[in-house]
């Protein structure tokens, strides 16, 4: 049940964290022990986050990750030894089944958002699922793509809505925060994807570029619009990653954002 992924005690705020892409099993249990340790010492949910697959990149000959087989063998090995529930996207139905039998949460790519097979396939599994707003959906428009999960889904898993922003024009991203609470009076919890929202699509002409100086501002801002949970990617060298080099977060800098981040969550509880 999602509850018991996001709220195992009753927490302000859950964290879904890792690296955008599987580079290696060390990086990645490297990485979770980290952010747990973080997560733990803040009294926050804590949910690794990376990708088996980067099935949509700008580019034919950017790197996309080690593959189905071997990426859940480290996404497994993440779950086991640092303790913590995993999340992974998918991006086919013939993915989903074998999938779900290794993570908690399934995530639909913002791309893949209103793929009506996808979701299904996702609901039917009974795992959670974490359904990233396209760039080219209005918050409204993610009511469709729920109930396209919820209607299949036999056993409860739960499902989450993650803004990611929206596309501006060229190569721009921009996120409105009135958004937020429109997904939110879905019934679901919100997630605001910080990495993403601060992307500029191909901006780089064969990959994506970023302005991650604009990322502790704008998490702040969600947190305090009342987000449920924080979506970010962190990297030990954010400069030599393989995947959003330019949008990833510096491992070192995750610490402070938290601390900040969680004690806006805990102000805004005494807001009316």
């Known amino acids: 049940m999602l509850s018991n992924l996001i709220y195992p005690e009753r927490c302000s705020l859950f964290i879904i964290a890792g690296p955008c892409v599987i580079e290696s099993a060390e990086q990645c249990l490297a990485i979770g022990e980290r952010v747990k340790k973080i997560c733990d010492r803040f009294g926050l949910a804590y949910i690794f986050k990376a990708s088996f697959d980067k099935a949509n990149r700008s580019s034919n000959a950017s790197f996309r990750g080690p593959g189905l087989t071997d990426g859940l ?83 409860d898993g739960g499902i989450m809505l993650t803004e990611r922003g929206t596309f501006f024009g060229y190569n721009r991203l921009v996120n409105d925060f009135t958004g937020l609470p429109v997904m939110r009076s879905f019934g679901h919890p919100v997630v605001f994807d910080i990495t993403h929202s601060i992307q500029q699509p191909a901006g780089l002409g ?30 030990p060298d954010p400069k030599n990653a393989k995947s959003d080099a330019a949008t990833v977060m510096d491992l070192n800098a995750v610490e402070p954002l938290l601390d900040q981040c969680r004690r806006i969550a805990e102000l805004r509880k005494t807001w009316k």
């Open 73 to 155: 063998a480290i996404l497994e090995r993440v779950r086991k030894e640092v303790g913590v529930p995993v999340l992974t996207d998918v991006h086919e139905v013939a993915q989903v089944t074998t999938v779900a039998k290794v993570v908690d949460v399934l995530q639909v790519p913002a791309f893949l958002a209103r793929q009506t097979d996808l979701l299904q396939a996702c609901g039917q599994t009974g795992r959670a699922v974490n359904i990233k707003k396209g760039q080219f959906m209005s918050p409204h428009e993610m009511r469709n793509a729920a109930a396209k999960v919820k209607t299949t889904q036999t056993v």
């Open 206 to 235: 064969n990959q994506s570029g970023g302005n991650p100086e604009y990322s502790p501002m704008l998490a702040r801002a969600a947190v305090a619009a009342g987000v449920d949970g924080l979506f970010l990617e962190c990297h």
